[in-house]
């Protein structure tokens, strides 16, 4: 099966280019994208890219497949036309290969200050929370920061800086949505101005590419809500 | 080559949940403390522990850390030290508090506590039944306390440096550790971090396996480091082989699915642990479980594909809803990886190595310890070490589910403490020449200027096969000694293979090449305790000394780089319950 991959060395290379790579794939298999590029670099040294679990919890290995932004061991092989397009998540600066650049990315997670706050006096055991409540945060805990989602967001193609993206509003509302944060009024203030939040369109290509099928366009849209609420 | 220099109070080597738990202690306290990871944080293993977190609570019903000791030291198949044991279960409960305060998401109990599950080899009573004691975010449980650990050392504002990989251990003419050289993946550069002091957090070395649970990035990079430094690793013929992998890929199915109530039946829909384990059954020790799924391959009762034999785990009568509650990820990861869906069919699994029980011997507050040549302990001033890439030992033979998570947590935070305190005993800071900086990067020269040689992709895969082959769940002498030989062919092999990428921006040829140094010593060590330790007791089961043999074998074995071997005794001295003397042990 062919495999068309980026690549692009800064050391030698003046622009960025596809590769082509043929890789035998027994037509019954089961083998995921990742497996097939471990082969190709054992070919092919020079070919990077980052990888770390193989199991889809690490988001080490978010990559743009066919198109569509996605991690490269839970995506099968089977499940693509070929040939198989393989490029650096869309819109992030390129390290070399399929390695990008994740600084904005995390300075726009570290905005949404990602921890919990609670200056209630600290009990001795553990802060109770009922199931009910412990229920509504998940699918925001489960996120990954592999950054496919906010990679395809044309919100944050357009205001990379100013928009906080799908990845970072999710952790947002995972602290705003839990029992024992204390900090919602701060964190929602912190919201308020005309981008970090309302720069989202509702355009959606952040759930539709979340390889965890979690859903951050619901997340903004729980912002917004908490926000409206708040000026009411 | 030009070399910076970075000087800290303390450098943390690895950034998962041990490293993490003492760096947020150390920056929390004020110390000038900086984190050197080879990945982002959240990348690091950790992130794959699914089942839960081991404290006696009582959340559940009644326990006592106590009772959690003696089922660990019981499931250590008493080579564990019963110091540290009683140090982490006494431990645990006040841990749990912790993580939760600062934001961890346990799932929780009608009453709005934190939800606990049954899990292997924990039991209530000394023995008397299950214990619900595993602590659990769902079955997602290490991604909730990798990420807590990450959220709250970015509010610490921890001091990380991201995917620079430790190439050695800096020591001055005075053998004191003054830190390590480490180089930036993404550019090359090559600094020397000088500290106080360096606290190793490095995790496993499951890839010196063909088929193994662990993470691509599972290579011994510490193991590596201390032995190349002289200092021995411990119990290293103790791998964690658990039974329910996915045949092939390898890909984890936590233990908790037993806990709910799953279990593992053979080709003839027999539920088989009924006859290895009575009591227990398919919550016995993961030891007990992998060698009789072992067995059943051996007595014909396995499936098979791809050549590969595997029993199955049933779970589809535990019911849609306590799947979806309590086994989302378990869920997912059937459906992606075994293309079944466990509410309705089992999952095939194969038992596939897991964890490494021994490591750098240190003890409980983290200082990693060597051996005089009078065979006295002798602690190494200014070097910890923490988490899988130790031995402090917590896990002797036979590691229980959901004591790793503890493990890490718990010595995490111990280290840190005794780190501070020596801190602020005004601790020195030692220097190096030129010359000591440079011996450290031998091997990264070495790899910069050999031209021509072989694949070191070949010599990995030998590698990996011969310790599938000869030092898997069942050992034996005759092919042992065959594995030794071929370990050490490889071994110096290697020394003579070749890279041809040679550039400096994210030249990940180079690192997976420094990684594999790692992974050789750590194969090689491994191969030489194998062989040596004549008993079986916990993971290590010899065919060919069936039985384990307290009178001579009841004592940590210490294996040095050259292969030279030396022996420490057990601890069985407890401060304040009574030792628990090994007994026959049955589940």
């Known amino acids: 099966m062919r495999f068309s991959i980026y690549r692009y060395n800064p050391e030698a290379d003046k622009k960025p280019y596809m590769k082509d790579y043929e890789v035998d794939i027994p037509s019954d298999s089961d083998?995921?994208?990742?497996?097939?590029?471990?082969?190709?670099?054992?070919?092919?040294?020079?070919?990077?890219?980052?990888?770390?679990?193989?199991?889809?919890?690490?988001?080490?290995?978010?990559?743009?497949?066919?198109?569509?932004?996605?991690?490269?061991?839970?995506?099968?092989?089977?499940?693509?036309?070929?040939?198989?397009v393989i490029r650096p998540l869309v819109n992030m600066p390129v390290i070399r290969d399929l390695v990008v650049d994740f600084t904005l990315f995390f300075k726009q997670y570290e905005r949404v200050q990602p921890y919990l706050q609670n200056n209630d006096e600290t009990p001795q055991t553990e802060r109770l929370q009922s199931p009910q409540e412990r229920a509504k945060i998940d699918g925001l805990i489960d996120c990954i920061l592999c950054a496919c989602c906010t990679s395809f967001c044309p919100s944050s193609w357009w205001n990379p800086e100013k928009f906080i993206g799908p990845a970072g509003l999710l952790w947002a509302y995972r602290f705003i949505q839990d029992s024992r944060d204390t900090a919602t009024d701060e964190r929602l203030a912190n919201l308020e101005d005309p981008f970090s939040v309302f720069r989202c369109r509702t355009i959606m290509n952040c759930t539709v590419v979340c390889p965890k099928n979690l859903n951050p366009s619901a997340a903004i849209a729980g912002i917004r809500r908490k926000m409206a609420e708040k000026g009411s | 080559?030009?070399?910076?220099?970075?000087?800290?109070?303390?450098?943390?080597?690895?950034?998962?949940?041990?490293?993490?738990?003492?760096?947020?202690?150390?920056?929390?306290?004020?110390?000038?403390?900086?984190?050197?990871?080879?990945?982002?944080?959240?990348?690091?293993?950790?992130?794959?522990?699914?089942?839960?977190?081991?404290?006696?609570?009582?959340?559940?019903?009644?326990?006592?850390?106590?009772?959690?000791?003696?089922?660990?030291?019981?499931?250590?198949?008493?080579?564990?030290?019963?110091?540290?044991?009683?140090?982490?279960?006494?431990?645990?409960?006040?841990?749990?508090?912790?993580?939760?305060?600062?934001?961890?998401?346990?799932?929780?109990?009608?009453?709005?506590?934190?939800?606990?599950?049954?899990?292997?080899?924990?039991?209530?009573?000394?023995?008397?039944?299950?214990?619900?004691?595993?602590?659990?975010?769902?079955?997602?449980?290490?991604?909730?306390?990798?990420?807590?650990?990450?959220?709250?050392?970015?509010?610490?504002?921890?001091?990380?440096?991201?995917?620079?990989?430790?190439?050695?251990?800096?020591?001055?003419?005075?053998?004191?550790?003054?830190?390590?050289?480490?180089?930036?993946?993404?550019?090359?550069?090559?600094?020397?971090?000088?500290?106080?002091?360096?606290?190793?957090?490095?995790?496993?070395?499951?890839?010196?396996?063909?088929?193994?649970?662990?993470?691509?990035?599972?290579?011994?990079?510490?193991?590596?480091?201390?032995?190349?430094?002289?200092?021995?690793?411990?119990?290293?013929?103790?791998?964690?082989?658990?039974?329910?992998?996915?045949?092939?890929?390898?890909?984890?199915?936590?233990?908790?699915?037993?806990?709910?109530?799953?279990?593992?039946?053979?080709?003839?829909?027999?539920?088989?642990?009924?006859?290895?384990?009575?009591?227990?059954?398919?919550?016995?020790?993961?030891?007990?479980?992998?060698?009789?799924?072992?067995?059943?391959?051996?007595?014909?009762?396995?499936?098979?594909?791809?050549?590969i034999d595997y029993v199955k785990l049933k779970l589809d009568h535990l019911g849609e809803e306590v799947i979806n509650s309590h086994l989302p990820g378990i869920r997912e990861?059937?459906?992606?990886?075994?293309?079944?869906?466990?509410?309705?069919?089992?999952?095939?699994?194969?038992?596939?190595?897991?964890?490494?029980?021994?490591?750098?011997?240190?003890?409980?507050?983290?200082?990693?310890?060597?051996?005089?040549?009078?065979?006295?302990?002798?602690?190494?001033?200014?070097?910890?070490?923490?988490?899988?890439?130790?031995?402090?030992?917590?896990?002797?033979?036979?590691?229980?589910?959901?004591?790793?998570?503890?493990?890490l947590l718990v010595f995490g935070r111990s280290a840190g403490m005794h780190a501070a305190d020596a801190i602020k005993h005004d601790l020195p800071l030692h220097h190096s020449s030129e010359e000591e900086i440079k011996a450290a990067l031998i091997r990264l020269e070495r790899w910069n200027t050999t031209d021509k040689g072989e694949d070191y992709n070949e010599i990995r895969h030998a590698m990996q096969k011969t310790m599938q082959e000869d030092f898997g769940v069942f050992r034996t002498e005759k092919y042992m000694v065959e594995g030794v030989k071929k370990i050490e062919e490889l071994r110096s092999r290697l020394e003579h293979a070749a890279l041809t990428d040679r550039s400096q921006i994210f030249n990940t040829a180079r690192i997976q090449a420094l990684e594999l140094d790692n992974l050789m010593e750590v194969a090689y060590v491994t191969s030489i305790a194998c062989l040596a330790r004549q008993e079986s007791r916990g993971a290590h089961s010899r065919e060919d000394y069936p039985d384990r043999d307290d009178k001579n074998w009841l004592k940590h074995l210490l294996c040095f780089a050259n292969g030279k071997i030396k022996y420490r005794a057990v601890n069985m001295k407890p401060t304040t319950v009574k030792p628990f003397e090994p007994t026959k042990r049955v589940y």
């Not at chain 2, 750098?360 to 040549?373: A, F």
Request: charged fraction near 20%.
């Open chain 1, 31 to 84: 083998m995921m994208v990742l497996e097939a590029l471990l082969k190709i670099k054992e070919k092919d040294e020079t070919l990077a890219f980052r990888a770390s679990c193989r199991e889809g919890v690490c988001g080490s290995d978010g990559m743009n497949i066919n198109g569509l932004n996605r991690l490269a061991c839970t995506t099968a092989i089977s499940s693509l036309k070929p040939p198989i």
């Open chain 2, 1 to 307: 080559m030009k070399i910076n220099t970075y000087t800290f109070d303390i450098i943390v080597i690895g950034a998962g949940g041990a490293g993490m738990t003492t760096s947020l202690y150390l920056a929390n306290s004020g110390l000038n403390v900086a984190v050197l990871s080879k990945v982002y944080p959240m990348r690091s293993h950790t992130v794959s522990a699914q089942g839960g977190i081991a404290a006696a609570l009582g959340n559940m019903h009644e326990d006592d850390w106590r009772w959690h000791m003696y089922d660990t030291v019981k499931g250590s198949d008493y080579l564990g030290d019963q110091d540290s044991i009683e140090y982490m279960c006494q431990n645990a409960p006040e841990m749990m508090y912790e993580i939760e305060h600062i934001g961890m998401p346990f799932s929780r109990t009608e009453n709005g506590k934190i939800w606990q599950r049954a899990f292997g080899g924990q039991t209530i009573n000394y023995g008397q039944g299950y214990a619900h004691r595993t602590c659990a975010a769902a079955d997602r449980t290490g991604h909730a306390l990798l990420h807590t650990l990450y959220q709250n050392n970015v509010k610490a504002k921890t001091h990380f440096f991201n995917e620079w990989f430790s190439i050695d251990l800096v020591r001055n003419a005075k053998k004191n550790i003054t830190g390590v050289v480490a180089i930036h993946i993404a550019t090359g550069e090559i600094a020397f971090f000088n500290a106080k002091i360096t606290i190793f957090a490095t995790g496993g070395a499951g890839r010196i396996y063909e088929s193994t649970t662990n993470a691509l990035i599972n290579t011994g990079d510490g193991l590596g480091m201390a032995l190349r430094a002289g200092i021995p690793v411990q119990d290293i013929e103790m791998w964690q082989f658990h039974p329910t992998g996915i045949p092939g890929i390898g890909i984890l199915i936590t233990e908790g699915v037993r806990g709910e109530g799953g279990y593992l039946v053979n080709k003839n829909g027999e539920r088989f642990m009924e006859r290895y384990a009575p009591h227990a059954k398919d919550l016995a020790s993961r030891d007990v479980v992998s060698r009789a799924i072992a067995k059943e391959f051996r007595a014909g009762n396995g499936f098979k594909k791809d050549g």
């Open chain 2, 333 to 407: 990861l059937a459906k992606t990886f075994a293309h079944v869906d466990p509410i309705k069919d089992p999952i095939p699994v194969t038992p596939t190595c897991h964890y490494m029980m021994g490591g750098i011997p240190t003890n409980k507050h983290g200082q990693v310890i060597t051996i005089s040549e009078r065979e006295e302990d002798q602690i190494v001033e200014g070097f910890y070490a923490i988490g899988e890439c130790a031995s402090v030992s917590v896990h002797g033979a036979n590691r229980l589910g959901s004591n790793s998570l503890l493990d």
